[in-house]
């Protein structure tokens, strides 16, 4: 990595914060961090709406970091986690207090695995899959693979729910039992989406304003009933804006289909996959109970601008994408200043155009 990418992580040692009256007791801060870096992406399907596809996640190309610089460190987090699947084999696991369960490892539950890993010392992180596909790169990760019909009954400290309500027929039954694996004491949290919220222009969005009625858009519908299912049982919900890298998210798509039909002007809220990973531990870590989160980097910008970052950059070519509609949404705007002050974490990347300028000068490698 060219330059040190600094991102917000939760250290968590030998006790958790637990009154919530009382956040500067969390021992969030900020570092330089050095990731595992997801190498071949793959583009979103035209099915997808933009959100949607910029959620979709798949392990596939990720690896650790292996050169001389970074090869200790990547090291020692396969050889941890290989320790925790040998204890896991001789049933000498026991669980600890910054023990994870990642549900549904894809790229964004990769990643925050990777910086949990990084960040408590020892801790032991399991990936819980449906198959059996991912488990080699889990395990290059330090992530404990496990399929999700081995689960039993044990219980973790601290899980997250990363799998896209595509992947399943009852999602709701999906969360309730992943709430199941959690022992209360420390944090669970579910990774919803911003498009539970309405669009009125008007309206600056954050983590306490309005939802779409579940009884009008299907999409929210199949959110809104996990999440307060999470929310009863009380752990946290994570609403996060369109997730993208250099090569995910909705220019991705917007680059591959040439001619999009929609208008140039409409709004559009993202945020970094490692800042997205980097909220989610900090939230992991705070051992708050019952919250809202938003992930955003609170600086919507058009569908044109965010085009026009990119062909600044000089890395995505010169043929222009082309929107051929002026009707339609013209999106929301979301801040999430509460998330950040509560959980004590700002994003690397301030807006699309600080990822788009610092890619084009090398400096952004995921």
């Known amino acids: 990595m060219s330059k040190a990418m600094y991102t917000c992580i939760a250290t968590l040692r030998s006790a958790r914060p637990t009154d919530t009256n009382n956040r500067s007791s969390s021992s969030t801060q900020c ?17 997808l709406s933009l959100e949607a596809s910029t959620q979709r996640e798949s392990t596939r190309g990720l ?60 801790a032991r992180v399991v990936g819980q899959t449906n198959s059996d596909r991912s488990h080699e790169n889990l395990k290059a990760l330090g992530i404990v693979p496990r399929l999700k019909a081995d689960s039993g009954a044990e219980q973790f400290t601290n899980v997250i729910f990363c799998a896209p309500p595509s992947g399943s027929e009852d999602y709701t039954g999906e969360i309730t039992a992943a709430t199941a694996l959690w022992n209360g004491e420390g944090t669970l949290v579910f990774t919803s989406s911003s498009a539970v919220y309405s669009e009125k222009q008007d309206v600056v969005y954050t983590e306490e304003s309005e939802t779409v009625e579940a009884s009008t858009s299907p999409r929210a519908a ?9 929310l ?19 220019h991705s798509y917007f680059l591959k289909a040439k001619q999009i039909p929609i208008r140039p002007d409409g709004l559009i809220n993202l945020i970094h ?23 955003c980097d609170s600086n919507p910008l058009t569908k044109a601008e965010m085009m026009e970052a990119l062909y600044a950059s ?20 979301m801040n999430n200043q509460k998330t950040r002050d509560t959980l004590h974490c700002e994003p ?19």
Request: hydrophobic share 40%; aromatic share 6%; charged share 20%.
């Open 31 to 47: 570092v330089a961090g050095k990731r595992v870096l997801p190498r071949k992406q793959q583009a979103h399907s035209p099915g």
């Open 348 to 366: 690397t990347y301030s807006s699309f155009q600080a990822f788009a300028e610092a890619y084009g000068r090398g400096e952004a490698t995921l």
């Open 222 to 230: 199949k959110l809104l009933a996990p999440e307060a299912v999470v």
């Open 273 to 295: 996959y490692q800042d997205a990973a980097s909220l989610c531990c900090a939230a992991l870590a705070s051992g708050l109970k019952g919250q809202i989160f938003m992930g």
């Open 232 to 250: 009863a049982a009380g752990g946290c919900v994570m609403r996060l804006a369109g997730l993208y890298t250099a090569t995910r998210g909705a």
């Open 314 to 333: 000089k890395k995505f070519g010169d043929e222009k994408v082309e929107f051929t509609s002026s009707e339609g949404s013209l999106g929301r705007r």
């Open 63 to 122: 690896t650790t970091v292996r050169n001389k610089k970074h090869a200790t460190r990547a090291d020692g987090l396969v050889r941890q986690g290989l320790q925790a699947i040998t204890a896991m084999a001789g049933g000498t696991a026991a669980v600890t207090k910054s023990d994870l369960l990642i549900v549904g490892p894809g790229v964004l539950g990769s990643l925050i695995g990777s910086q949990w890993l990084e960040t408590h010392e020892g």
